[in-house]
């Protein structure tokens, strides 16, 4: 038996899903070398990628019909939207035939604006009708816990996600909801991972 997956999994990006602050650390314009996988370059040629176990996890996420969000406080969201729909995401493991795909087409919901995480998934919430206890949410700095109060699960993130930081996670919204993943897998409704 598998345990399910949470309905909606969500990732702050700096330092969450690559190792920098999109509004500090970056000089515009970014841009991509032709179709070179998982990096742009800013101004100064500085390097913009995904960690290295981010790619996978969003392939996961995604064939297992999870909606996925980025919650993000940046002060310049239209620059993080711009690495999002430039960076290449490489194709799934043993799916290497497959063409490389913008990281944008993998998030369903995207609030990336200044202001309290709480906002951000509120309008997930109202957008997407899923329950605050189905939502999992990856974020570097402990002040984002306050989303708990909603209900939302929250992991957490010391160093990127990881494969090892992801499976915390997902161990945390877990025991927080054992009735939740426990009834699904004996009604025959568990999702696959």
Request: charged fraction near 30%; glycine fraction near 6%.
């Amino acid at each position: 038996m598998t345990s399910r997956l949470p309905q909606l999994v969500a990732f702050d990006l700096d330092y969450t899903l690559w190792d920098l602050w999109i509004d500090t650390h970056v000089n515009p314009p970014i841009t991509r070398v032709g179709d070179t996988v998982n990096e742009l370059r800013d101004k100064y040629d500085k390097k913009i990628s995904f960690y290295r176990d981010v790619p996978e996890i969003l392939h996961r996420l995604k064939e297992a019909g999870v909606v996925i969000a980025a919650c993000s406080r940046t002060h310049t969201p239209d620059l993080a939207r711009r690495a999002l729909r430039l960076l290449l995401v490489p194709p799934a493991a043993g799916h290497k035939h497959e063409a490389p795909t913008p990281a944008i087409e993998f998030f369903d919901q995207l609030e990336i604006y200044p202001g309290s995480k709480l906002k951000h998934f509120k309008e997930v919430h109202k957008k997407t009708g899923i329950p605050y206890s189905e939502m999992l949410f990856f974020d570097d700095e402990s002040r984002n816990r306050e989303v708990e109060s909603l209900g939302v699960t929250f992991s957490l993130i010391t160093s990127g996600v990881n494969d090892r930081a992801f499976e915390s996670g997902l161990g945390r919204w877990r025991k927080r909801h054992p009735d939740e993943v426990a009834g699904d897998a004996s009604a025959g409704g568990a999702q696959g991972e």
